[in-house]
């Protein structure tokens, strides 16, 4: 009887770490999922602020097509990479949009009426403000991968991936020719 009694409360140990592995497990992967959402909504906020931005540049500098057209490309691909796209299509599509800007920038460094613009100048605040929350939104996603990472390729949590559905997730990095932040100046 002394056995039975003992075989059944490790069958009960082991069934209740599991059921704390799998809850872990899971909260970790939708943590990380939750923080990749994040990075969607900041993307698609700059994404909804770039035609503000082009239009009121569009009416100081109505000759330079070619950067708007790049602009409502890059915009479309941001929108469609957040809505379906995996973490270095967002990420591609990301630096496309940030190529984008810079070209919408530069060709407003030729206006100085522009420049001082009140909407334009709200606008660039609005940008920039995005920007940081798009870096918080990355490095806050990258965390909950790091963290989600580390558990996933460890033991005991190793032994549970499979019944939980969970695998290592990608890092949002960005793309080889986009290392460094654009620079623009006024």
């Known amino acids: 009887m002394t056995i039975v009694l003992i075989i059944v409360g490790i069958v009960v140990v082991l069934a209740l770490f599991a059921v704390y592995a799998f809850n872990r497990l899971r909260r970790l992967d939708i943590g990380a999922q939750e923080a990749l959402g994040g990075i ?10 770039i035609p503000n931005l082009v239009n009121t540049v569009k ?3 109505e000759h330079e097509r070619g950067v708007f057209e790049e602009v409502t490309r890059a915009r479309t691909s ?5 809505d379906h796209g995996s973490v270095p299509e967002k ?12 070209d919408v920038l530069a060709v407003a460094e030729a206006y100085p009426d522009l420049k001082a613009s ?10 920039s403000d995005t920007e940081n929350k798009i870096s ?6 990258n965390d909950a991968v790091a963290s989600l990472n580390k558990i996933v390729q460890t033991i ?6 499979g019944l939980a559905g969970v695998k290592p997730r990608e890092f949002y990095n960005a793309p080889d020719t986009h290392q460094a932040p654009p620079t623009v100046t006024f």
């Open 40 to 49: 969607d909504v900041q993307l698609t906020r700059r994404a909804d602020l």
């Open 59 to 61: 009416g100081y500098a």
């Open 78 to 82: 941001v929108k469609t990479a957040a």
């Open 91 to 102: 990420a591609e599509a990301q630096a496309q949009l940030d190529r984008a800007i810079v």
């Open 118 to 127: 009140t909407n334009f100048v709200e606008l660039q605040k609005e940008l």
């Open 136 to 141: 918080f939104a990355r490095q806050y996603y």
């Open 156 to 161: 005991p949590w190793l032994l549970f991936t």
